[in-house]
């Protein structure tokens, strides 16, 4: 007769506790909705949106004047755009920093380190001398400011994105997709309600010495908010695991650019026709009424407000059109309308108030749609190990290349040779969405 002793009863119950334990936590983690997802991914997004379009409306009404007083407006709102550029210059570099950093400290660490020198580069501008104060070496703490925003950004991936695009309902993911993209006409609201305030009320004077500085203070207030916030989320042992069982977690970039370079590119030119648009209507328009229109430019802001406001209604609605005809389909219908309103630039903007309003309303409508679904169109293409750093690197590349470089890019053909180049430029951002789209349907038919 075998006997049991009482110390084996005691780790077998032990076993058989743990067990049951995990699988509890187990069914635990399987019951998160995507809509507690969706709550880490807004939140994220609407911060970081903010911070960049406090800079960059700042880049138009302030920093000429207060870093390049040595310059015309033009020139020093060029200028002002070259640093502005710098963010999206050092943003794949902060992915693939704090890459290592995840897989040296966790992510945790990760997001807060890369929260906190956001928020430090932001506050860092609000108190930044001018030009008169300090000479060139304000233009360079500026600079390096803006290039440890850019490393923030890139470092501030969470994952949380292609989380909630692999666990929303397979009918569902076109709705689920958008809302992460409902920060930034979020964002660009509050951004610019709060310019708009200031411009309204205080003296041309007051503006340019202290009251620019405001944003930058609520910016870096709203950071501490949300590093908390996403912190709650993606520190718990629930997110942990769904991250590690969809083996959402950093990669050699080395090993994943010869592996899925291909992706990288088809991902990044795929919602190139979005990101062009998404300067074209917010930074450059308010730079050209700013240099060529007598307009009120609280005014201004104000149209582009409810031009938000209309994108955010258009990224809702994109939603609800790509679950019924699907993702892909709708961005190569509305890179094809982003080909058409190319041409009408000139005319509008341009034109009349009328014509300046118009194309500030339908600009925000169309690109409401289109941006609605432009993250992640095409992350199913990478395999599971490199889809986490994958989805990082296409939205850093398709930023660089779509998106960083149009305020300068189009002020400076518009101011020298007219509008009309705006229009090709919009025009080659739409026709490199398309050839994308039509490369990778014919690579899925093929394989």
């Known amino acids: 007769m075998t006997t049991t002793s009482s110390s084996e009863k005691h780790s077998d119950f032990t076993i058989d506790s743990s067990a049951k334990n995990t699988r509890n936590a187990k069914a635990d983690h399987g019951s998160i909705a995507p809509g507690e997802i969706a709550i880490g991914v807004v939140i994220g997004r609407a911060s970081e949106y903010f911070d960049f379009f406090v800079y960059a409306i700042a880049s138009v009404l302030v920093f000429p004047e207060v870093f390049f007083p040595?310059?015309?407006?033009?020139?020093?709102?060029?200028?002002?755009?070259?640093?502005?550029?710098?963010?999206?210059?050092?943003?794949?570099?902060?992915?693939?920093?704090?890459?290592?950093?995840?897989?040296?400290?966790?992510r945790e660490a990760k997001l807060t380190i890369a929260l906190f020198l956001l928020g430090i580069s932001t506050a860092g501008i609000a108190f930044l001398p001018t030009f008169s104060h300090l000479g060139v070496t304000s233009i360079v703490l500026l600079s390096a400011l803006r290039i440890g925003q850019g490393l923030a950004l890139g470092g501030s991936w969470d994952g949380l994105p292609s989380l909630l695009?692999?666990?929303?309902?397979?009918?569902?993911?076109?709705?689920?997709?958008?809302?992460?993209?409902?920060?930034?006409?979020?964002?660009?609201?509050?951004?610019?309600?709060?310019?708009?305030?200031?411009?309204?009320n205080l003296s041309a004077a007051d503006f340019l010495d202290w009251g620019w500085r405001y944003p930058f203070y609520v910016a870096f207030a709203i950071n501490v908010v949300a590093l908390f916030a996403r912190l709650r989320l993606v520190s718990t042992n629930e997110y942990t695991h769904l991250l590690d069982e969809k083996e959402l977690e950093p990669t050699n970039i080395v090993e994943m650019a010869g592996s899925q370079g291909r992706n990288l590119l088809i991902g990044a030119l795929a919602a190139l026709a979005s990101y062009a648009l998404f300067h074209l209507v917010t930074v450059?328009?308010?730079?050209?009424?700013?240099?060529?229109?007598?307009?009120?430019?609280?005014?201004?802001?104000?149209?582009?407000?409810?031009?938000?406001?209309?994108?955010?209604?258009?990224?809702i609605v994109s939603g609800l059109i790509a679950d019924r005809i699907g993702r892909r389909k709708l961005l190569g219908s509305l890179a094809l309308m982003i080909a058409v309103l190319s041409g009408f630039v000139p005319t509008l903007l341009g034109g009349s108030e009328l014509g300046q309003n118009i194309f500030i309303l339908l600009g925000f409508s169309v690109l409401g749609?289109?941006?609605?679904?432009?993250?992640?169109?095409?992350?199913?293409?990478?395999?599971?190990?490199?889809?986490?750093?994958?989805?990082?690197?296409?939205?850093?590349?398709?930023?660089?290349?779509?998106?960083?470089f149009a305020p300068l890019v189009a002020l400076g053909l518009s101011s020298h040779f007219g509008l009309e180049y705006v229009s090709l430029y919009l025009l080659s951002g739409a026709a490199c969405s398309m050839a994308a789209l039509s490369l990778n349907r014919a690579l899925e038919i093929k394989n």
């Not at 076109?174 to 920060?183: D, R, S």
């Not at 289109?370 to 169109?377: E, M, T």
Request: proline fraction near 4%.
């Open 70 to 106: 040595f310059e015309q407006r033009l020139e020093g709102t060029l200028y002002a755009f070259v640093i502005f550029s710098f963010a999206f210059l050092a943003r794949p570099f902060g992915t693939i920093a704090f890459m290592e950093i995840q897989r040296r400290l966790g």
């Open 165 to 200: 695009a692999l666990n929303a309902p397979q009918n569902k993911r076109g709705w689920y997709a958008m809302l992460g993209q409902l920060g930034a006409p979020v964002g660009f609201m509050i951004a610019a309600g709060l310019f708009a305030y200031l411009l309204a």
């Open 284 to 315: 450059f328009p308010l730079s050209w009424i700013t240099l060529y229109s007598q307009r009120d430019l609280s005014h201004f802001l104000i149209i582009q407000m409810i031009g938000a406001a209309l994108m955010a209604g258009g990224v």
């Open 369 to 404: 749609l289109s941006y609605g679904q432009a993250a992640g169109a095409v992350t199913a293409n990478f395999l599971p190990k490199y889809r986490y750093t994958g989805a990082a690197l296409t939205s850093d590349i398709s930023w660089l290349v779509g998106a960083g």
